[in-house]
């Protein structure tokens, strides 16, 4: 299973190491990530796939109306 826009995914490098995360969108080689308290959905955080660990999950969530609090509400559950 591929990275993919709503895919749960944890950090493998830099500050952020070990963190959960939401993919909100992909370009390239990199992914725009966010978990709604460090770093926020207005400010994603840009990261290249080779520094996530992906996961099998995935969230059904609406893209286009998102806010923080669900995205640490999805979050949270794992």
Known sequence: ME????SLVYSRA???KGGLFLV????GDCAYIADGITRR???????KLKHLN????VVELDFD????S???KA???Y
């Open 3 to 6: 990275i993919c826009k709503g």
């Open 14 to 16: 830099g500050r952020d």
């Open 24 to 27: 909100l969108s992909l370009n």
């Open 41 to 47: 959905v207005v400010k994603p955080k840009r990261k």
């Open 54 to 57: 992906k996961t099998n999950t």
């Open 65 to 68: 109306n998102l806010s923080d």
């Open 70 to 72: 669900d995205v640490r």
């Open 75 to 77: 979050l949270e559950k």
